[in-house]
C-alpha cells in the first residue's frame, strides 16, 4: 500500500535525541524528507543543526560530495507542533521508553495523519501491541528498533504487533533497504531478537562468577582470547551500566515468566544498589582512571615445575603435549605418579577423572572446545595436588599460549557460554520469532558476535553443542541447560542449524 521507495516520501521523527537524530540522519541522506518534532522547546532545531553538521564532517571526510551534504541537510526540516506531520507517510518515535507516552503520542497523532501514515516505534522493552492496543487503527503500528549508533550499527528490527496489517512491516522494511540497513523481522516478543540472544552472554557468565569458577577478569580473558569475542561480558557490563543492563535482564526474565535460561544474578542488585555501575561511576567490576581500564594482573605462572610423564585421554592433548616436549605416557592406564590430562565435553574435571578410574588428585581437565586458540582453559578437580596443577599449566603453555587455571565446572568457561548463546540462538528459531538467517544478521550486526549463534552451533557441530548441554543439564539438574528441540532435531539429523522446516 506504501512504496517506501518513491522519491517524495516524508518520515516524521518524534523525539530528536539520541536514536531520533540518527534516523533523521540516515534517512535524509537517502533522499528522504524529515521532519523533526521534539516535546521540548528548541530541541527539534538543535538536532537538525547537529545532523546537518554531521553532513559536513562526512563531507570533509570525503565520505560523501558537499553537494550530497547541503542537500541531505536541506532535507531536515524542524517543525514546531504535532499538526505538521500531516502528510507524512512513515512517522517513527523515539521519544522516552514509557508505555503510557507512547500510547499517547500515537493516539494523538491518529487524526493528524492519514489513515495510510505508518506509526513505528523505536522501542527496545515495550510490546508493540500493548503500544498499538489504544489506537483506532491498531494494524498501522509497528516496531522499528535501531540500535544505538544508528548510522554506525547497520541492522533495525521490523517488529509487527499481533495486528499489523502485512504491507506496514513491508514499508518499513523497504525504508531500511533504502537507508542501507539490513532489516530482521521479528515477532513482537521479549527483547526481540537482539536483546533476546544476547541474554546468555551475560548471564552464564555471572553464572559461572557465582558459582566460584574463575575470577571475573579471568572469565573475560577466556571468552576474548579463546572463544574470540571482542569483548568479555564484564568489560560489556561496565560499558553498559549496570542500572541500565541489570533492569533489563529483570525485565527479560519476568516477561518470559521466570525462564530459567534468563535467571539474572543476585551479585548483581546487591552491585547495582551499592552503585557500582561501570564506567560512569568509574567503578564497576573493574576500575577505571581517567576514562581507561585499570588492567587486572593475571595470577602468577608457577616458576618451578616439575617435569612429570603427561598421560592423556584423546589425540588433540597427545599433540599438544609432544609438541611442548614433555614425556608422553602412552600407557591404556596412566603411571603411578603421571598428570593426567583429559578433554571433556560439558562434564567436569572431578567426574571425569572418576568415570575413567583416574585419580582425582592427578587429574586436570583441558577445554578441547577452544585448545589451539590464543588461549587455553583447564580446570582441577577439588583435590589437583598443587604439583600436578603447576605441572598441567607449565606443559599447556609451553608453547607460549596463555593458560586460564579454573576451578571445576561442568562445561568450562566458553562451552558453557557458546553452549548457551547457541542454545537461545535456537529456541528463537524454534518459537518461529525470526527466521535463521535474520537471527544470525542481527546477532553479528546487533551485537558484533564472531558468528550468528546458528552459524556458531554450526561451526561447532550441533552434536557436539548438544552434548555439551546435555551434559551440564544432567550435572546441574538445572532446566536452564535443557537443549532446545531445534538443536535436539538437527543434531539428530545432523544437519545445519540454518535449517528450517517445510
Ligand atoms: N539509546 C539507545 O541506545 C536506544 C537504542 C534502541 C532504542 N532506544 C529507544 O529509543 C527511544 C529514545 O531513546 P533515546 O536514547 O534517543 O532517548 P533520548 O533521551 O536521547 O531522546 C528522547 C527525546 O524525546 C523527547 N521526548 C520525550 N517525550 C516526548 C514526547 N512525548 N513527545 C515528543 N518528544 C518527546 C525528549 O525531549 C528527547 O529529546 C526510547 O524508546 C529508547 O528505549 C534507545
Redesign the pocket.
Known sequence: MLDANRTDLVLGV???????RGIAQIAAASGVEVRL????PD?AEQARAAVSGMFDTLAGKGRMTAEAAAQAGARLRPIACEQDLAGCHIVVE????DLQ?KRD?FTRLEPVVGEACVLAT????LSVTAIAAPCALPGRVAGF????PVPLMKVVEVIPGVLTEPWVADALTTLAVRTGHRPVRAADTPGFIVNHAGRGFGTEALAILQEGVAEFAEIDRILREAAGFRMGPFELLDLTGLDVSHPVMESIYGQFYQEPRFRPSYSLRQRLTAGLLGRKTRRGFYQYHDGKQVAVTPPPIPEKVERLPVWVDSPELAALVKAAGWEPDWGEKPGAVSLCLVAPYGADATHTALSLGLDPARTVAVDPLFCLARRRTAMTTPVTAPEYRAAAQAVLSADGTPVSMIRDSAGFVAQRVVATIVNIGCEIAQQRIASPEDIDAAVTLGLGYPKGPLAMGDALGPARILQILQAIHDFTGDPRYRPSPWLTRRAGLGVSLLTQEN
Not at 518524534?14 to 531520533?20: E, Q
Not at 518534532?37 to 521540548?40: I, K, T, V, Y
Request: glycine share 12%.
Open positions: 518524534v523525539g530528536t535525541g539520541t536514536m531520533g518534532m521534539d516535546a521540548r530541541a523515539a521519544i522516552v521508553e507516552a503520542l523505536n522501542t527496545s522493552s528498533h535501531f540500535f544505538n
